[in-house]
């Protein structure tokens, strides 16, 4: 009965991709249900941030296709597949450092509604009062409010982070992909961003998630797919991956159980 109702809205088919001899990523087929977390882990240099890259159209696979709700991805540039709702924190965050935090959050929804050759400024103005009381909430929610005028420049690693899952969330994006969205952060502002992202599922958003901190993985993943030298080695709920001795082995080595701290 359940698995009659499951919408898959992210199918990656088959996916191969090689720089020159190196097989980043081998017969990768992955399936993403709406409304859930799906994360993805594996040892540095496993092809994660290369999927991703993938499945936002920045990298083109050497063959295999990406489908979003019906829609193949592959081929579409990068703001193409944006505007189909697939937004994306990368993990070296990308921001206008020159503008205020505030301006920051609010430009992509401008891109977004705008268009980049239909600004009509009585509108816009209008929009614009709705858009800064929308960015001034979520920057509330990713605790980043007090730094609201602060050149974006400034910030730091962590604060960064934060602010681009900001300017993600602005987009009410279908599909939200993170590329270690806590990296640098500490344990306290990590909480928060983990209490933030549980919020964001509470409201239905679908996401995958790549990410090395265990702490955060087993805090929010309802599927856990585990990539080791660029294939799928195992794939699950995260208890039976936490359990698997293929896991454990292939991701630490067997030095080390994988825990949920
Ligand atoms: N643009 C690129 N050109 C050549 N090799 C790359 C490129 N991007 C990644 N790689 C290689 O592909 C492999 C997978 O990298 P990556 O996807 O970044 O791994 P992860 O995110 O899991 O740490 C690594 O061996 C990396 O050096
Ligand atoms: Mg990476």
Request: aromatic content about 4%; some cysteine.
């Amino acid at each position: 009965m359940a698995e009659a109702t499951r919408n898959i809205v992210l199918h990656v088919s088959d996916v191969h991709k090689r720089f020159g001899g190196l097989h980043a990523l081998s017969d990768i087929d992955l399936e993403v249900e709406e409304g859930k977390t799906h994360a993805i882990i594996g040892p540095n240099g496993a092809g994660k941030s290369t999927l991703l890259n993938v499945i936002v159209g920045r990298l083109a696979p050497t063959s295999g296709a990406v489908v979003f709700d019906g829609q193949v991805l592959t081929g579409r540039k990068p703001h193409q597949i944006n505007q189909l709702g697939v937004a994306r924190v990368f993990q070296t965050p990308e921001i206008f450092p020159d503008l205020t935090v505030l301006q920051n959050v609010m430009a992509p929804a401008f891109a977004k509604r705008d268009g980049a050759f239909r600004i009509n400024i009585v509108r816009a103005l209008d929009r614009e009062t709705e858009i800064r009381e929308e960015a001034e909430a979520i920057l509330d929610d990713v605790g980043l409010i007090d730094r609201r005028d602060s050149h974006a420049g400034a910030l730091s690693r962590g604060d960064k982070r934060r602010m681009e899952l900001a300017m993600c969330l602005i987009q009410h994006p279908r599909l939200l992909l993170l590329d270690e969205p806590t990296a640098g952060m500490s344990r306290h502002d990590t909480n928060t961003t983990i209490d933030l992202l549980k919020k964001i599922k509470a409201r239905g958003m679908t996401k995958v998630i790549i990410e090395h901190d265990m702490h955060v993985v087993f805090s929010l993943a309802d599927k856990i797919s585990v990539l080791s030298g660029g294939r799928i080695i195992a794939e699950g709920l995260p208890d039976d991956v936490r359990n698997s001795p293929k896991v454990q082995e292939a991701y630490l080595g067997g030095a080390h159980r994988l825990e949920a701290h």
